[in-house]
């Protein structure tokens, strides 16, 4: 079995705008070079076929397991109407062949060093999302100078975000020092 790859999570109430930071970090660690798996959990079905195509049909028909493949990518969906939903520790297992790194969105429990994003106008107290969310390695924010020894890197700048993350990978990937 392959060790699993350095995993950071992002994680901040809904609204914070979480998917589109992760998306923008994501972009720019793959032009470096690194094979950065994503991991979303969500706690409502997700649909990632189209109603109508044939994935999507079988599911909907009935099948346990459905895996979609061509040239380009596969992949695979489960309904897990009988089973336990896989543990955070199962997934990372999965995901971990092949990547240099994983980006979680979601699982706020299962000890996953985390990202917090927070906007001043949306999210809740720091204190009660440091204590909720713990362990936090850094903050993302809106908000330049906030109660805290954490690093504060700025929202806006997924840039900063990313050679954040560059710099936490042991050992630092070759490609690293190229993120400028």
Not at 16 to 27: R, W, Y
Not at 36 to 56: M, N, R
Not at 68 to 94: G, K, N, V
Not at 123 to 128: E, K, T, Y
């Amino acid at each position: 079995m392959s060790p699993t790859p350095p995993v950071f999570a992002f994680a901040a109430a809904s609204g914070t705008g979480k998917t589109t930071l992760m998306t923008s970090v994501i972009e720019i660690l793959s032009q470096q070079g690194l094979r950065v798996a994503a991991l979303k959990h969500g706690h409502h079905p997700g649909e990632p076929d189209i109603p109508g195509k044939d994935s999507y049909r079988f599911r909907q028909a009935g099948a346990a397991t459905v895996l979609f493949a061509c040239p380009q990518r596969w992949f695979m969906i489960q309904e897990l109407s009988h089973l336990t939903e896989p543990s955070l520790e199962e997934h990372l297992t999965r995901l971990a062949p092949n990547h240099d790194l994983i980006l979680v969105e979601g699982f706020h429990g299962g000890g996953l060093p985390k990202i917090l994003i927070h906007r001043q106008q949306v999210s809740p107290p720091l204190a009660d999302e440091l204590t909720r969310l713990a362990p936090v390695i850094a903050i993302a924010s809106d908000v330049e100078a906030l109660p805290t020894e954490l690093p504060v890197l700025p929202l806006n700048d997924p840039l900063q975000i990313a050679r954040f993350i560059l710099s936490r990978l042991t050992p630092l990937p070759a490609l690293a020092s190229h993120c400028e």
